[in-house]
């Protein structure tokens, strides 16, 4: 409430584009929306696992001070050197955590309106969130699940667990907080 949060974003997608058929609200344009808004802070935000077509709409995320660590980037830097990063960008600050199912390779969450080859895996998005523990976390959503898209179920399985890892590492963010 009192100061713009920093942001792990773990996405294909940036999620900063303009409008869209109109409207500035669309779920390719939230934190493009956030940062004018002043409650997200671009220079304390980095967003991982950033792939696929929509690089032209990017741009924002570069122009605004945003760190973005594209899959191959997070691939080259190994996973531990990605946390290391993460921890830097967002600080001491309070930080928000953002997942969508798209930042995971479709092998695992197909379940999702916008997939993109490529991603990463479970396994390296659980790893990622528990590295996390320790800084000043205030929430964290995970988005983007289209049941219709997986009768398997999968997806939403993958979805509820990254959820469960952030409530974890948020929980005690803000029980040490209240001590």
């Not at 709409?57 to 760190?67: A, I, K, V």
Request: proline letters at 7%.
């Amino acid at each position: 409430r009192d100061e713009p949060v920093g942001l792990v974003h773990i996405d294909a997608h940036a999620d900063t584009g303009g409008a869209f058929n109109g409207s500035k609200f669309h779920h390719g344009g939230p934190f493009r929306n956030a940062a004018i808004a002043g409650v997200l802070d671009p220079e304390r935000t980095i967003q991982i696992g950033i792939r696929g077509r929509a690089s032209p709409q990017w741009d924002f995320s570069y122009d605004t001070g945003m760190r973005v660590v594209t899959v191959e980037e997070f691939y080259a830097m190994g996973l531990e050197e990605v946390i290391k990063e993460a921890r830097r960008i967002v600080g001491d600050g309070p930080t928000y955590i953002s997942f969508d199912v798209d930042g995971i390779d479709p092998a695992f969450t197909p379940g999702t309106g916008t997939p993109e080859v490529g991603g990463l895996t479970p396994r390296e998005v659980q790893q990622l969130i528990r590295g996390l523990r320790g800084l000043h976390l205030v929430g964290g959503d995970a988005v983007e699940v289209a049941p219709p898209y997986d009768p398997t179920g999968n997806t939403a399985l993958v979805a509820a667990t990254m959820m469960w890892e952030m409530l974890c590492v948020i929980a005690e963010s803000l029980s040490g907080r209240r001590a």
